[in-house]
């Protein structure tokens, strides 16, 4: 009960959703993510490793994708 109170409270204090915040927490993270996946393909083309490197590639893409879902998310709830 505290939990979802402070929750209520922190909403009312920034005029920002719980929802609003999380999504934009997962989005911050997913961009991490992308971030370190450009570090790792780097690695693998210099170890001539071209399986990792398109696995590597396809992960990225997945989360390219994501984060344009969440982008959407985002300013939906922003709104």
Do not use: H, P
């Not at 959703?17 to 780097?42: P, R």
């Not at 992960?59 to 709830?77: G, N, S, T």
């Amino acid at each position: 009960m505290a939990q979802a109170q402070a929750k209520q409270q922190s909403e009312q204090r920034t005029g920002v959703s719980n929802v609003a915040y999380d999504l934009v927490t997962i989005l911050q993270n997913k961009l991490k993510g992308i971030a370190a996946f450009e570090e790792y393909k780097l690695d693998a083309q210099a170890a001539g490793d071209q399986e990792v490197l398109d696995l590597l590639t396809r992960l990225e893409q997945r989360e390219r994708q994501d984060v344009d879902q969440l982008k959407q998310l985002v300013v939906q709830r922003l709104r």
